[in-house]
């Protein structure tokens, strides 16, 4: 049999895109659309349902608890210009109000500059459940699937059913609201209303389950009028049907997997093909979707297989998602990829050691539409060796390779990228604890590097970053005093120059009445060097609180920071001094 149907593809902005033309083609390529629109007949519309808590009684039905606050800042500085008012207050409250167990959360400020009030339970939603049904009433954020609706919030009703073996959910609602230009934020872009609904059904467990995974979002064109309708408010529509899969083979072996399609039409108002009505699968999808010039069709895949036994797993996955490929149900896909790796990891020594790493390849320019491929080898190994309770160990290792090739046009040598990150981690710690003292020691070496490969550019694009930290801690348990003491090396080399920072830091904390009061004083001493300028910097704080009849707390901090660079130095010497004085009183 045959009919008129998709695809062909246009190259805009360097990303290619499959558009519905009419053409002469064969029935195997319209099979995900049919389905689609088969499937939007089912289920409109869709019923409501009615929730009853077998839980509701032993709920409190009202509850209030929070802080009132208020601070005093007082500041000075020299050698530079202030940062701050001499002296400010703020006066704050945070409370969350309860009923039948769903939290109310409110919070106030005033102070000197500025004055707001804010109520997150605006965004107010539940999701009450009673054996295997859940409704979800306002402010939701669901998880269908990877490819279909991953997360996005969406203010409406929805519905989960999980009866046996069945798996149905079923969500409509407005996934974003109208936003319109603002005089004071010229940065504001104008949005549209967009609304729709996402459905999942399928059958299993969570140890086995096969689902159909679908959603349709569209934005309402006139949520916005006038010249707010400019081309940065283009109403889009969007419909993404796909598969996701997990199976457990057995204890050991277990698989996922999902793909998906995305039929997106990125605007709504742009020309037409013509008439559709002879094209079967267009005349029933027309009822639902906009199909136009505009009208794209992206896919997404992923699947891994996941081999795990004691002390030992192991897994290989596999990702391709199209250039372009967008769900009005997600934020954010990183698209134009392909990659494939493989994470072995295992224990040894009565699980002492545990190792772990990835290795694998990846790519973009999937559809050989960009200037140039991107082909990147990655890597990464993690070991952490604890034979004792005194003595433990830590290493990570990491590699990124990232080799352009030519893509649609030859690639000029000069500018061809070709680098390799690297980065090591080393971290050894030695503790004594015994029920009158502990001690610790802590060491930190790190090491990054990127080496640029291509000689045209590499002597401008090299850099090397290392840093060494050292650190002391010891505790009195009787006393309830406890000592730090740390060393620091920081060293920063690229093209341009080289910086370093070499000091240390130095602090004791004391608690009294059974730690209702404690002090904590801490120092710290730096010598920077920056472009062959050397100088100082000076760090101290005074912290105090102390706690009383119960919900009374006050706290003070005096904070200091001192500077000291030669005269005519791009860097200011400067003295700053900071104090807080606050009040809190808990409720």
């Given at each position: 049999m045959q009919f008129k149907s998709l695809l062909l593809f246009k190259q805009d902005r360097g990303e290619e895109h499959y558009f519905i033309q009419h053409r002469r083609h064969s029935l195997a390529p319209s099979f995900l659309i049919s389905f689609i629109a088969t499937l939007l007949w089912l289920i409109h519309p869709f019923p409501s349902f009615a929730q009853q808590l077998d839980n509701l009684k032993s709920q409190?039905?009202?509850?209030?608890?929070?802080?009132?606050?208020?601070?005093?800042?007082?500041?000075?500085?020299s050698g530079i210009p202030e940062r701050m008012r001499p002296f400010s207050y703020v006066l704050s409250a945070n409370a969350s109000a309860t009923l039948y167990g769903?939290?109310?959360?409110?919070?106030?400020?005033?102070?000197?500059?500025?004055?707001?009030?804010?109520?997150?339970?605006?965004?107010?939603?539940?999701?009450?459940?009673?054996?295997?049904?859940?409704?979800?009433?306002?402010?939701?954020?669901?998880?269908?699937?990877?490819?279909?609706?991953?997360?996005?919030?969406?203010?409406?009703?929805?519905v989960e059913l999980n009866p046996g073996k069945f798996r149905f959910g079923l969500v409509y609602g407005r996934f974003k609201k109208s936003t319109e230009s603002s005089p004071q934020a010229i940065d504001t872009i104008p949005s549209l209303k967009r609304k729709g609904l996402a459905m999942k059904i399928g059958v299993g467990s969570s140890k086995n389950f096969v689902d159909f995974n679908f959603l349709n979002i569209k934005d309402d064109s006139t949520s916005l009028i006038g010249t707010e309708m400019s081309s940065t408010a283009t109403p889009a529509q969007n419909m993404v049907a796909g598969f996701n899969t997990h199976f457990t083979f057995s204890k050991t072996v277990s698989f996922d997997a999902e793909i998906a399609g995305?039929?997106?039409?990125?605007?709504m108002k742009a020309p037409t093909l013509g008439d559709l009505n002879d094209v079967p699968i267009f005349s029933g999808l027309e009822?639902?979707?906009?199909?136009?010039?505009?009208?794209?069709?992206?896919?997404?895949?992923?699947?891994?297989?996941?081999?795990?036994?004691?002390?030992?797993?192991?897994?290989?996955?596999?990702?391709?998602?199209?250039?372009?490929?967008?769900?009005?149900?997600?934020?954010f896909f990183n698209n134009d990829i392909e990659n494939i790796t493989i994470a072995p990891s295992f224990t040894l020594f009565e699980r002492k050691l545990a190792l772990r790493g990835s290795v694998g390849v990846q790519r973009?320019?999937?559809?050989?539409?960009?200037?140039?491929?991107?082909?990147?080898?990655?890597?990464?190994?993690?070991?952490?060796?604890?034979?004792?309770?005194?003595?433990?160990?830590?290493?990570?290792?990491?590699?990124?390779?990232?080799?352009?090739?030519?893509?649609?046009?030859?690639?000029?040598?000069?500018?061809?990228?070709?680098?390799?990150?690297?980065?090591?981690?080393?971290?050894?710690?030695?503790?004594?604890i015994s029920a009158e003292k502990s001690h610790m020691i802590m060491l930190l070496f790190n090491r990054m590097s990127l080496n640029d490969r291509n000689p045209q550019s590499a002597q401008m694009a090299e850099t090397?970053?290392?840093?060494?930290?050292?650190?002391?801690?010891?505790?009195?348990?009787?006393?309830?005093?406890?000592?730090?003491?740390?060393?620091?090396?920081?060293?920063?080399?690229?093209?341009?120059?080289?910086?370093?920072?070499?000091?240390?830091?130095?602090?004791?904390?004391?608690?009294?009445?059974?730690?209702?009061?404690?002090?904590?004083?801490?120092?710290?001493?730096?010598?920077?060097?920056?472009?062959?300028?050397?100088?100082?910097?000076?760090?101290?704080?005074?912290?105090?609180?102390?706690s009383f009849l119960k919900k009374n707390s006050l706290r003070f901090g005096l904070f200091y920071i001192n500077t000291s660079y030669p005269d005519g130095s791009v860097n200011p010497s400067f003295n700053e001094f900071k104090g807080d004085l606050s009040y809190v009183y808990t409720f």
């Open positions: 409190k039905p009202f509850t209030l608890q929070g802080s009132l606050g208020a601070n005093l800042i007082f500041y000075h500085a769903v939290d109310m959360p409110f919070s106030f400020t005033y102070s000197d500059r500025q004055r707001n009030y804010t109520q997150p339970f605006n965004q107010f939603g539940i999701s009450p459940t009673y054996k295997w049904a859940t409704a979800h009433l306002g402010y939701r954020s669901l998880r269908f699937s990877d490819f279909t609706l991953a997360g996005h919030s969406f203010l409406g009703a929805g995305s039929l997106f039409t990125h605007d009822k639902f979707f906009v199909i136009n010039q505009s009208t794209a069709f992206y896919t997404a895949i992923r699947s891994s297989l996941l081999y795990k036994t004691k002390g030992v797993s192991t897994k290989l996955e596999y990702r391709r998602i199209d250039p372009g490929y967008n769900s009005m149900g997600a934020y973009d320019n999937l559809r050989n539409t960009k200037k140039a491929t991107a082909r990147r080898i990655i890597s990464s190994f993690n070991a952490s060796y604890n034979p004792s309770s005194k003595f433990g160990i830590d290493a990570s290792y990491s590699n990124y390779s990232n080799n352009q090739r030519a893509g649609r046009v030859p690639l000029v040598d000069s500018i061809k990228v070709f680098t390799t990150t690297s980065n090591l981690s080393i971290s050894p710690r030695l503790m004594f090397q970053a290392t840093m060494f930290n050292a650190g002391y801690n010891l505790s009195l348990n009787a006393s309830m005093l406890s000592f730090s003491l740390s060393l620091n090396h920081t060293l920063l080399e690229n093209f341009m120059m080289a910086s370093k920072a070499t000091g240390g830091s130095l602090g004791v904390s004391k608690s009294m009445q059974e730690g209702r009061f404690s002090a904590s004083l801490n120092n710290s001493l730096q010598r920077t060097t920056m472009a062959e300028v050397k100088g100082w910097v000076i760090n101290s704080s005074l912290n105090l609180t102390w």
